[in-house]
């Protein structure tokens, strides 16, 4: 019997996974036998060693692919773009439409708002849960209501004038008319996440953002997009899709982040092709308390004199002073090149030292604003100018430090921290494809990179952290191993390997992420567990510490895997045998929660609990206490969906990866 969620695509022997767009991590144990995740190396011809330091770690989440959302956590967060005439509805058609994903229910959550206190544009979710569009003070809702943790498109459409002109669409199906008269010449700002008074926030993923003016896209029932949106006729603004904040449009308006709001790989898409290194790639986590890289000594990566480049995508993560790189450091703590992100001014600073003078340089915006999201930047030292530029547009000129100009000498790289007697200054956050080139490579304005850099002639180092041999094929994740946690070819499943933990302290630990809160929503947790021995509660998966967060554990005496919060125990399985592959899936479908074993199901128990993870692992709990003894493959967790709601056939084959 084929497992009841794969299907195959004729002819090509490809199996995919429907549900694949909300897997939010898939770990297939496969790699080269011992392999962790803290081994890094240099792409460069010089292959250069690579020294971590800290508990620097490395993983699949890039700055690459085309399914993004940005992330609203309910309180504060919003996108907001200055007014332009272009944005304003005014008395003809017009269509707003968006993906979004609710965590919450029984609260309004703005989409889209254009307007003052009492006038303009609120496009919104109810407190009654159906899809309302607000024009001035009247409200045309929805019959049908929007769920929780599942993805639904939604538009609004004026079609024209004349009577019920205006309607609404759930998922491509006409739900809800009126007939809207107003001119829409409202100056204020549009708001994306916060409605106009900056209330009822948005508490979820919003993805795919598009307001056409002067076309009804949609003039009856349609089928809903099945790829990311493009900026058709008539666009005017196109956001909430891409890797950072930005408008897809022609217009290529200015979006602000406020608060919290962040970047997010989860989509209502599944990405095109399975995860590869040389589509994706990959990226190094720092986690601002000790984490970073150098290289061996005497290594001048950038020349004394000459032309140069420095490039790389960073992703920060946190409000604080951070050093990207720091390099030709020289026993005296002085640095030929620094490259530093004042988040307090919202600038890079660059710090070049020549012939015992210090240079300090401000380029442009790259602090607050910049925060959970990737952006692109690039130092370059070209003849007579030096030119810094962020996301492909020149924010910095200087003619003060052309290429004759001699560097201070020095040796040792920093890749993460400032270089001083001892290190500090350390980034939070993600770090892409570092590479510095001795020659010029952007003279003019560029597209930033839409794929993972290679050593291009000249290159001196190049770091695209893809070497990770436990990855998350979801693309999302960056685990770090601790202790002895490893790939072993030798016990496993399927595929060519499986997670090793031994019961003394190793496990894999994740930075925490809104796309490993399960919520109040459905969830599946499942995979395939080999136990050498008995372990007391022994964590497989582990999502706190806290009373509302998600454990999946053996009892005291490590027979029964549980289901818990740690102040309840939801559900409970029989024994796990010993030293045999057995399949175990945890489900929480509506308020019933269950767990499967070899596809059988245990007895149902409520489960209402909302599960908010903060610092997830893998083999131990997250602390590292009471660890697991055995193998795991093929762990997959799939955010808002139930996949097994009866008894079913164990898989026959890993998880696909599309």
């Given at each position: 019997m084929r497992h009841p969620f794969l299907r195959t695509l004729a002819g090509s022997g490809v199996t995919t996974d429907p549900n694949f767009e909300n897997v939010t991590l898939l770990l297939h144990g496969d790699g080269t036998n011992g392999g962790q995740n803290n081994t890094f190396v240099d792409g460069s011809t010089n292959n250069f060693t690579i020294t971590r330091n800290g508990?620097?770690?490395?993983?699949?989440?890039?700055?690459?692919?085309?399914?993004?959302?940005?992330?609203?956590d309910g309180t504060d967060d919003y996108l907001s773009i200055a007014d332009n005439a272009n944005l304003r509805a005014g008395s003809g058609t017009f269509t707003i439409e968006a993906w979004i994903y609710r965590n919450a229910t029984g609260a309004a959550h703005t989409i889209y708002a254009k307007g003052g206190a009492s006038t303009g544009i609120?496009?919104?979710?109810?407190?009654?849960n159906v899809l309302r569009f607000t024009h001035t003070t009247t409200n045309i809702d929805s019959t049908g209501t929007i769920g929780l943790a599942t993805w639904t498109h939604v538009a609004v459409v004026r079609e024209g004038t004349g009577t019920n002109e205006t309607?609404?669409?759930?998922?491509?199906?006409?739900?809800?008319?009126?007939?809207?008269?107003?001119?829409?010449?409202?100056?204020?700002?549009?708001?994306?996440?916060?409605?106009?008074?900056?209330?009822?926030?948005?508490?979820?993923?919003?993805?795919?953002?598009?307001?056409?003016?002067?076309t009804a896209v949609y003039t009856g029932t349609f089928i809903v997009p099945t790829s990311p949106l493009t900026a058709i006729?008539?666009?005017?603004?196109?956001?909430?899709?891409?890797?950072?904040?930005?408008?897809?449009?022609?217009?290529?308006?200015?979006?602000?982040?406020?608060?919290?709001?962040?970047?997010?790989?989860?989509?209502?898409?599944?990405?095109?092709?399975?995860?590869?290194?040389?589509?994706?790639?990959?990226?190094?986590?720092?986690?601002?308390?000790?984490?970073?890289?150098?290289?061996?000594?005497?290594?001048?990566?950038?020349?004394?004199?000459?032309?140069?480049?420095?490039?790389?995508?960073?992703?920060?993560?946190?409000?604080?002073?951070?050093?990207?790189?720091?390099?030709?450091?020289?026993?005296?703590?002085?640095?030929?090149?620094?490259?530093v992100r004042q988040?307090?001014?919202?600038?890079?600073?660059?710090?070049?030292?020549?012939?015992?003078?210090?240079?300090?340089?401000?380029?442009?915006?790259?602090?607050?604003?910049?925060?959970?999201?990737?952006?692109?930047?690039?130092?370059?030292?070209?003849?007579?100018?030096?030119?810094?530029?962020?996301?492909?547009?020149?924010?910095?000129?200087?003619?003060?430090?052309?290429?004759?100009?001699?560097?201070?000498?020095?040796?040792?790289?920093?890749?993460?921290?400032?270089?001083?007697?001892?290190a500090i200054r350390f980034i939070t956050g993600y770090l892409a494809d570092f590479r510095v080139a001795q020659s010029a490579v952007y003279t003019a304005a560029f597209t930033p990179p839409t794929a993972p850099l290679t050593a291009i002639t000249n290159t001196s180092l190049l770091l695209n952290f893809t070497n990770a041999a436990i990855l998350d094929n979801a693309m999302m994740a960056v685990p770090e191993t601790v202790g002895n946690a490893q790939i072993d070819t030798t016990t496993k499943k399927f595929g060519t390997g499986s997670l090793e933990f031994d019961g003394t302290g190793d496990y894999l630990t994740i930075r925490s992420s809104d796309t490993l809160v399960m919520g109040t929503g459905d969830f599946t947790v499942e995979f395939?567990?080999?136990?050498?021995?008995?372990?007391?509660?022994?964590?497989?998966?582990?999502?706190?510490?806290?009373?509302?967060?998600?454990?999946?554990?053996?009892d005291t005496n490590g027979n029964f895997l549980r289901l818990t919060n740690q102040a309840t125990v939801f559900a409970v399985t029989g024994t796990i045998a010993l030293t045999t592959w057995t399949h175990i899936a945890v489900v929480r479908s509506g308020s019933s929660s269950k767990i499967y074993v070899d596809g059988t199901g245990g007895t149902a128990v409520t489960c209402t609990t909302n599960f908010t993870a903060t610092a997830p692992s893998v083999g131990a709990s997250n602390t590292g206490t009471n660890p697991?003894?055995?193998?795991?493959?093929?762990?997959?967790?799939?955010?808002?969906?139930?996949?097994?709601?009866?008894?079913?056939?164990?898989?026959?084959?890993?998880?696909p990866d599309l």
């Open positions: 508990n620097t770690t490395q993983g699949t989440f890039s700055p690459y692919g085309d399914n993004w959302s940005n992330f609203f609120v496009f919104q979710v109810a407190s009654t309607k609404l669409y759930i998922n491509g199906t006409q739900d809800g008319t009126g007939t809207v008269s107003t001119d829409f010449t409202q100056t204020e700002e549009v708001r994306i996440g916060t409605n106009r008074g900056a209330t009822e926030d948005f508490n979820g993923y919003i993805s795919n953002l598009r307001f056409v003016k002067g006729s008539n666009t005017q603004l196109l956001t909430c899709k891409s890797n950072r904040f930005r408008d897809e449009s022609a217009n290529a308006f200015t979006v602000t982040r406020n608060n919290n709001a962040s970047v997010q790989r989860f989509s209502p898409f599944s990405p095109t092709a399975a995860y590869s290194a040389g589509t994706i790639g990959g990226s190094g986590y720092f986690d601002g308390t000790g984490d970073y890289l150098t290289t061996d000594i005497s290594n001048n990566v950038v020349p004394t004199t000459g032309d140069f480049t420095v490039e790389g995508w960073f992703y920060p993560m946190a409000s604080t002073v951070g050093e990207i790189c720091s390099l030709r450091t020289n026993t005296s703590a002085y640095a030929a090149l620094r490259l988040a307090t001014t919202e600038k890079i600073a660059i710090l070049i030292s020549t012939n015992g003078s210090s240079h300090a340089i401000s380029s442009g915006d790259f602090g607050l604003a910049s925060q959970n999201s990737w952006t692109h930047l690039a130092v370059v030292r070209n003849g007579g100018t030096f030119e810094v530029f962020i996301n492909g547009t020149s924010s910095y000129t200087s003619t003060a430090i052309s290429s004759g100009t001699a560097l201070m000498t020095g040796s040792a790289n920093y890749i993460g921290c400032t270089a001083t007697t001892s395939w567990i080999y136990l050498v021995a008995r372990t007391t509660y022994g964590y497989v998966f582990a999502s706190g510490p806290g009373t509302n967060d998600l454990f999946v554990s053996f697991m003894n055995g193998f795991i493959d093929d762990l997959r967790i799939t955010k808002g969906v139930a996949r097994y709601t009866a008894n079913f056939t164990a898989p026959t084959a890993a998880f």
